[in-house]
């Protein structure tokens, strides 16, 4: 399951949505699809402390 496949899983977006951008008080913006996706390469190289 993709990153985008789950959050519209778990209703976090719509079923016709294609991403969810995040606006920090700095004026950036994150694409939380990328963030996730970012996440699970990160972990699948066994780079968590956790």
């Known amino acids: 399951m ?3 496949e789950y959050l519209k ?3 976090i ?3 016709d949505s ?3 951008i ?3 008080d700095d004026d950036s913006e994150v694409s939380l ?3 996730l996706d970012e996440y699970y390469e ?3 190289k ?3 402390k956790e």
């Open 9 to 11: 899983y778990r209703s």
């Open 18 to 20: 294609k991403d969810l």
């Open 46 to 48: 066994g780079r968590s």
């Open 2 to 4: 993709t990153a985008l």
């Open 42 to 44: 990160f972990k699948l």
């Open 22 to 24: 995040i606006d920090f």
């Open 13 to 15: 977006i719509s079923k």
């Open 33 to 35: 699809v990328k963030l």
